[in-house]
């Protein structure tokens, strides 16, 4: 049944697009090529953007970052393990995806650290990957406030992170 899904959707919009006269090849490959231009527009930004993570992550300079951010998380409450996620988290969603596993693998899913790290993944935005797409497409050149404000909006929900896992998951 599930298997029909999908060629039935595409059997009722060409339906529907008979019953009302529309071109719909026509409008099929107008659509294409807006999207082939979008991604035209979009492409450089995105290529540098992963171009960056990985330097980030191969050069260790997330690592020591996060060796430096350990004492000011102790203090905040916020397991200094989760301090990797909370600096890729922003930037790339796969690389997230990828520092949580590890820690959850290391730490346990039901440890402090993993269930933190659950809710840090499961609640915070990709702001930089977020920015690059929407800024790049609409030609926005000059971010202006986008940037600090999401990146504070992240900040926030790292803290309500740890907060919400020690109030409601710890005995």
Same mark, same amino acid.
């Given at each position: 049944? %599930? ?14 697009? +008979?019953? /009302? /006269?529309?071109?719909?090849? @026509? ?20 290529? +540098? *953007? ?15 970052? #996060?060796?430096?951010? %350990?004492? *000011? ?11 990797? *996620?909370?600096?890729? /988290?922003?930037? &790339?969603?796969?690389? #997230?995806? #990828?520092? @949580? +596993? ?8 039901? %440890?402090?650290?993993?269930?933190? $790290? ?5 609640? &915070? ?12 497409? $609409? ?11 999401? *990146?504070?909006?992240? +900040? ?5 992170? $740890?907060? $919400? ?5 710890? &005995?």
């Amino acid at each position: 049944m %599930s298997q029909l899904v999908i060629p039935a959707i595409l059997c009722a919009v060409g339906l529907y697009g +008979a019953i /009302r /006269r529309v071109d719909v090849y @026509g409008a099929l490959t107008k659509g294409a090529e807006e999207g082939l231009t979008v991604l035209l527009r979009i492409l450089p930004s995105l290529v +540098a *953007l992963l171009t960056a993570i990985a330097m980030f992550r191969a050069s260790g300079a997330m690592e020591w970052f #996060a060796g430096l951010l %350990s004492p *000011l998380l102790t203090a905040l409450g916020i397991p200094p393990e989760t301090a990797p *996620l909370l600096i890729i /988290r922003p930037i &790339s969603g796969s690389g #997230a995806l #990828a520092v @949580g +596993a590890e820690l959850m693998e290391r730490c346990g899913v039901d %440890s402090y650290a993993g269930r933190v $790290a659950a809710v840090m993944l499961g609640s &915070s935005e990709t702001t930089f990957y977020t920015v690059a797409i929407y800024c790049g497409a $609409a030609g926005i050149v000059k971010t202006r406030y986008t940037i600090p404000a999401a *990146l504070c909006a992240d +900040a926030a929900m790292f803290l309500l992170a $740890a907060f $919400a896992v020690r109030l409601f998951f710890t &005995s």
